[in-house]
C-alpha cells in the first residue's frame, strides 16, 4: 500500500458516481476495469478490488438525467495499480477489447492511461515513479504531460493476461472541476488541511498531505463561475476522504465551521459541500 495512502496522511477513500443504466455501468466497471462486486441491488451496485474494501458506488437515481456539461463535478478519479507491469497489462487488455482510450501521459511522477466509462464519467489509471525520483522546486513537484512509452508498457505487461484489478489498487487521487479557485484553495487548504502542491497557471491546483504529488486537483477549465450539476444528473454523487484519527476530522469540521462552511450528518456519515458544489464525505 502506498504510504501516500494511509495515516497520518488525509486521501481518498472512496468515489460515488450516478449512472444512467447500473447493467451497462455494472458491465463496464466489471469486465473492461476489472472491479469485484462486494453489494448490488436493483439500482445501486459496490465495488472493490480485493473483495473486501469499497473503493467505487455506482448507482441510478431514479429520475437520472444525462451527464450535463460546463459544470463542475468530476473530471476524473483515478485507479492507482501496484506497479508498472499491472499497468502494462491493463493497456493490453484495453486494447484486446478495442474498448476506446482518450489519450496516455508521463507525467514525470506518473505514467497514466486516460478513459471514460458509458456515460463519459473520466477515469485515469496510472502507476507512480518511486518518489525518491519526484523533482521538487520551490515546494512543488515538477509535473509534465509528456508522450507516454506505450511500446515499453505494453512489453512489460505481456505474459499473464489483465483478469481483475490487483488487490493493492485504490482510490489514489480525485480531479474535479471548480467554478473557481480562490474560495476553493480557502476550502480544501484552511479548512480540510491540505497544502498545495503544483499549480498550472490560474487554471489548475494540485493538493495534497504528507508530500503526496497530489490527492486532489482543481480545475477551472470548465469556465470561471461554472454551474454546479443537476441533482439527478449523471456524474459525480460525492467523494469519500479518509481522515487519521476522529480529533483530525473534528478539527476540520470546525476549521470549516470557522470559515462559513457548515457540515451535516447523512446516515451517520459527514457531509461538506465545497464552494462549487462537490460534496465530500468524511471518514476516519
Given at each position: 500500500m502506498s504510504s501516500f495512502h494511509r495515516k497520518p496522511n488525509i486521501f481518498v477513500g472512496q468515489v460515488f458516481l450516478k449512472v444512467e443504466d447500473i447493467n451497462r455501468s455494472l458491465s463496464f466497471y466489471n469486465n473492461v476495469i476489472g472491479f469485484k462486486i462486494l453489494e448490488q441491488t436493483e439500482r445501486?451496485?459496490?465495488?472493490?478490488?480485493?473483495?473486501?474494501?469499497?473503493?467505487?458506488?455506482?448507482?441510478?437515481?431514479?429520475?437520472?438525467?444525462?451527464?450535463?456539461?460546463?459544470?463542475?463535478?468530476?473530471?476524473?478519479?483515478?485507479?492507482?495499480?501496484?506497479?508498472?507491469?499491472?499497468?502494462?497489462?491493463?493497456?493490453?487488455?484495453?486494447?484486446?477489447?478495442?474498448?476506446?482510450?482518450?489519450?496516455?501521459?508521463?507525467?514525470?511522477?506518473?505514467?497514466?492511461?486516460?478513459?471514460?466509462?458509458?456515460?463519459?464519467?473520466?477515469?485515469?489509471?496510472?502507476?507512480?515513479?518511486?518518489?525518491?525520483?519526484?523533482?521538487?522546486?520551490?515546494?512543488?513537484?515538477?509535473?509534465?504531460?509528456?508522450?507516454?512509452?506505450?511500446?515499453?508498457?505494453?512489453?512489460?505487461?505481456?505474459?499473464?493476461?489483465?483478469?481483475?484489478?490487483?488487490?493493492?489498487?485504490?482510490?489514489g487521487h480525485i480531479h474535479l472541476h471548480v467554478a473557481e479557485l480562490n474560495k476553493i484553495k480557502e476550502f480544501y487548504c484552511l479548512g480540510l488541511g491540505f497544502n498545495v502542491v503544483s499549480k498550472y497557471g490560474n487554471q489548475a491546483l494540485f493538493i495534497s498531505t504528507g508530500g503526496y504529488h497530489h490527492h486532489i486537483g482543481l480545475n477551472t477549465w470548465n469556465g470561471t463561475g461554472a454551474p454546479k450539476p443537476a441533482k439527478y444528473s449523471v456524474g459525480l454523487e460525492r467523494f469519500s476522504l479518509v481522515f487519521p484519527n476522529?480529533?483530525?476530522?473534528?478539527?476540520?469540521?470546525?476549521?470549516?465551521?470557522?470559515?462559513?462552511?457548515?457540515?451535516?450528518?447523512?446516515?451517520?456519515?459527514?457531509?461538506?459541500?465545497?464552494?462549487?458544489?462537490?460534496l465530500i464525505q468524511l471518514e476516519i
Amino acid at each position: 500500500m502506498s504510504s501516500f495512502h494511509r495515516k497520518p496522511n488525509i486521501f481518498v477513500g472512496q468515489v460515488f458516481l450516478k449512472v444512467e443504466d447500473i447493467n451497462r455501468s455494472l458491465s463496464f466497471y466489471n469486465n473492461v476495469i476489472g472491479f469485484k462486486i462486494l453489494e448490488q441491488t436493483e439500482r445501486k451496485a459496490i465495488l472493490s478490488a480485493d473483495g473486501n474494501t469499497p473503493l467505487l458506488t455506482i448507482e441510478q437515481p431514479e429520475n437520472v438525467i444525462p451527464k450535463q456539461k460546463r459544470t463542475t463535478g468530476l473530471y476524473h478519479f483515478a485507479i492507482l495499480l501496484p506497479n508498472r507491469t499491472d499497468l502494462g497489462k491493463v493497456l493490453n487488455h484495453f486494447l484486446k477489447l478495442g474498448y476506446p482510450l482518450q489519450g496516455g501521459s508521463d507525467h514525470l511522477v506518473s505514467e497514466a492511461l486516460y478513459l471514460a466509462d458509458p456515460d463519459g464519467n473520466g477515469i485515469e489509471i496510472y502507476v507512480d515513479r518511486p518518489s525518491s525520483n519526484w523533482n521538487w522546486e520551490n515546494g512543488e513537484v515538477l509535473m509534465a504531460t509528456n508522450p507516454l512509452d506505450a511500446d515499453s508498457l505494453l512489453e512489460e505487461g505481456k505474459g499473464a493476461p489483465w483478469e481483475a484489478l490487483p488487490v493493492e489498487t485504490m482510490i489514489g487521487h480525485i480531479h474535479l472541476h471548480v467554478a473557481e479557485l480562490n474560495k476553493i484553495k480557502e476550502f480544501y487548504c484552511l479548512g480540510l488541511g491540505f497544502n498545495v502542491v503544483s499549480k498550472y497557471g490560474n487554471q489548475a491546483l494540485f493538493i495534497s498531505t504528507g508530500g503526496y504529488h497530489h490527492h486532489i486537483g482543481l480545475n477551472t477549465w470548465n469556465g470561471t463561475g461554472a454551474p454546479k450539476p443537476a441533482k439527478y444528473s449523471v456524474g459525480l454523487e460525492r467523494f469519500s476522504l479518509v481522515f487519521p484519527n476522529n480529533e483530525a476530522r473534528t478539527k476540520a469540521v470546525n476549521d470549516l465551521s470557522n470559515l462559513g462552511y457548515m457540515s451535516t450528518s447523512i446516515d451517520g456519515d459527514i457531509i461538506v459541500e465545497d464552494p462549487s458544489g462537490n460534496l465530500i464525505q468524511l471518514e476516519i
